[in-house]
């Protein structure tokens, strides 16, 4: 794999875990509404600042507290209008438009995602 593609996918990753046994994620009736699949629309940060995410992995929330993105697998929770992922560094949260915007940092950059819920 060559040097670029593998800092582009440490980046998108943003893989810093925490312990699963810091996660124990329930869903309630006010979360119901991120279970289901995202699409990136658009990501800001470094390198792919402007550039089209459309084709990038999906984020799937699950009902029963655990979610993939990709390669990354874990437990996510919604607390105080807050998203968190166990895999990775950062927050989210639903804009005005219904839409996630999820924040981290890697390698000293700080990157944000706009996430779409697919239909």
Known sequence: M???LSVAL???????????SAWTAETTDSDSS?????GCQSVYGGPFTGRSCRTWPWLTLKA???YVWGSEHGR????GKTLR??????????NADGKLI????SKGTHYEQTLYKRP
């Open 2 to 4: 060559n040097a670029v």
């Open 10 to 20: 440490a980046v998108f990753l943003g893989l810093m875990a925490l312990p699963s």
């Open 34 to 38: 991120l279970v289901g699949v995202w």
């Open 64 to 66: 029963d507290g655990s």
């Open 76 to 79: 996510w929770e919604f607390k």
């Open 85 to 94: 992922l166990s895999g990775r560094t950062g927050a989210g949260h639903l």
């Open 102 to 105: 999820v924040e981290y940092e």
